[in-house]
């Protein structure tokens, strides 16, 4: 089994719809993968059973060397970051930016108890310094711009030290500004040995951070591409996957897709 994600033949279907489409995947540990596809192709679908959310309907889903369906996910869930809008919703408003970290390592959203440890705290100020945060610690969440929110939101993912970091559209809603700080970052962190597994998700290719190593392309629930990212991330490929021909190009790590007329 490989070690971070083994997916076989994984299905997601709810009433009539097939959200997800016998998908086959693995990532190994080292790996930093970008997941890209239009929206509804499942990206969020299958990124909830890379983080132990939900169960597929059929297949198998091997998730740090334990099986879905056979594990206890409430130990599996602290070693896998998660950061997506659906967890941002849940965090609420006045919540300062220190708890708003620290709070993950219980698995929780908003501070409902006293006495964490001083070591959480310690940790929790750790990581936002490093993605910048520092000196706002103490601002309720709510006050923060977009950007300030993402790296807030990813620092908490980090809280828990986990074997696999899932970030779905983390650069969703950023301006020009926002959207170029976040990927130098991310690309910072892809580059770093020490850093976790990784997967990306967005539908945006100027939103890949150089240093990514891996891609898979979804459509319909299932998967137009996947593998090393410069054989993947092609003009035929990424037509296919978004349903228009595209012309693509690469520059010092950075795609860029525009329409071909
Ligand atoms: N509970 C559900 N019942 C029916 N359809 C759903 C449900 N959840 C999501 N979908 C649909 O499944 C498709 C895939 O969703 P999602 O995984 O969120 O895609 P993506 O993240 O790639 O935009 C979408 O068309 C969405 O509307
Ligand atoms: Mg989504």
Do not use: C
């Not at 990206?43 to 369906?69: F, N, V, Y």
């Amino acid at each position: 089994m490989s070690d971070v994600l083994e997916m076989a033949a994984v299905s997601v279907v709810r009433g009539a719809k097939t959200l997800l489409d016998k998908v086959d995947w693995q990532v190994k540990e080292g790996e930093r993968w970008v997941i890209l596809g239009p929206n509804g192709a499942g990206k969020t679908t299958l990124l909830q059973i890379a983080a132990a959310r939900i169960h597929p309907t059929s297949g198998m889903a091997g998730i740090l060397e334990e099986i879905l369906g056979a594990v206890d996910v409430f130990e599996l869930r602290p070693r896998i970051g998660l950061s997506s809008a659906a967890l941002a919703n849940q965090i609420p408003e006045h919540e300062k930016v220190l708890n708003v970290v620290v709070t993950a390592a219980y698995g929780v959203t908003g501070r409902w108890r006293e006495g964490y440890e001083r070591d959480d705290e310690r940790r929790a100020f750790a990581l936002l310094n490093e993605w910048g945060m520092g000196p706002l610690l103490n601002r309720p969440f709510a006050s923060l711009s977009e950007g300030e929110r993402k790296r807030v939101q990813i620092a908490r993912a980090l809280m828990t030290d986990p074997e696999l970091l899932l970030l779905d559209e983390p650069a969703a809603g950023l301006d020009l500004a926002g959207r170029e700080d976040l990927v130098h970052r991310l690309s910072e962190l892809a580059r770093d040995e020490a850093a976790p597994a990784i997967v990306l998700v967005t539908h945006h290719l100027e939103e890949v951070p150089p240093g990514f190593t891996h891609a898979m392309l979804m459509r319909d629930g299932g998967v137009v591409a996947q593998g090393p990212i410069d054989s993947v991330l092609t003009a035929e490929n990424l037509s296919e996957t978004f349903g228009l021909p595209l012309d693509v190009s690469a520059s010092a790590g950075r795609y860029t897709a525009t329409a071909r007329r």
